[in-house]
């Protein structure tokens, strides 16, 4: 076990919707990573946030959003879901001061779009 | 584009024996490399990190990299068919992890 926790595990949506996806690091961390993984890929990176403030970003729309709070919880926001939204979506939560930048990961949100 | 590139598999070893997961990366410049190992329909989970050149041994699993040649291995000795899983090999670029498509490991008891 990580410590990290994603909520919640499994949704259902539809195209067009819009989805929250919730994330608490583990104890003592302050960077937490979201990321998509689609069947038999690997993880694509989403964006990061440190300090309640996005600190980097992949290549996803703008329609991917997300939010940290001041106890580094965090939240993924998507917007006019599509069908490839469909995926297993990670958060990683990592201890950005250390410089081992090892990331840990909670067990998922399993997202499907129908 | 910075890539991470691994042998899809998969990849069949017997129990008992090594099995040797390989991956390539382009960023020159990077200096964190990471193993995760994926059991199907869970998260990924940390295995090993490695940030200099040689062998980093934990157990039964030994990471070996090679900054110059730009790849980064990992050995299981003692294979057990609870190692059956895909493994993703993960490479720090600036601020983010580049990953792998993993390579799926299959013990055969």
């Known amino acids: 076990e990580t410590g990290v926790t994603q909520s919640p595990t499994h949704l259902i949506k539809t195209r067009g919707q819009q989805v929250t996806l919730r994330c608490s690091s583990q104890?003592?961390?302050?960077?937490v990573s979201w990321y998509q993984q689609a069947l038999g890929q690997g993880p694509q990176f989403i964006f990061q946030?440190?300090?309640?403030?996005?600190?980097g970003r992949g290549n996803f729309p703008p329609r991917f959003s997300g939010l940290q709070f001041p106890n580094y919880s965090s939240e993924l926001n998507v917007n006019a879901l599509e069908l490839d939204d469909s995926a297993l979506y990670l958060c990683?939560?990592?201890?950005?001061?250390?410089?081992?930048?090892?990331?840990?990961f909670g067990p998922g949100t399993r997202l499907t779009v129908t | 584009q910075k890539e991470v590139e691994q042998n899809s598999g998969p990849l069949s070893v017997p129990e008992g024996a090594i099995a040797s997961l390989n991956c390539t990366y382009s960023?020159?410049?990077?200096?964190?490399f990471f193993w995760y190992r994926q059991y199907s329909g869970k998260s990924p989970e940390l295995i090993m990190s490695?940030?200099s050149n040689g062998d980093k041994e934990d157990g039964r699993f030994t990471a070996q990299l090679n900054k110059a040649s730009q790849y980064v291995s990992l050995l299981i000795r003692d294979s057990q068919p609870s190692d059956s899983a895909t493994y993703l090999c993960?490479?720090?670029?600036?601020?983010?992890?580049?990953w792998g498509a993993g390579t799926k490991l299959i013990i055969k008891p």
């Open positions: 490695i940030y």
């Open positions: 993960a490479v720090k670029s600036n601020y983010q992890l580049i």
């Open positions: 960023d020159r410049v990077s200096q964190s």
């Open positions: 990683a939560s990592s201890l950005i001061s250390s410089g081992s930048y090892e990331q840990y």
């Open positions: 946030y440190y300090r309640e403030e996005e600190n």
């Open positions: 104890s003592g961390h302050n960077t």
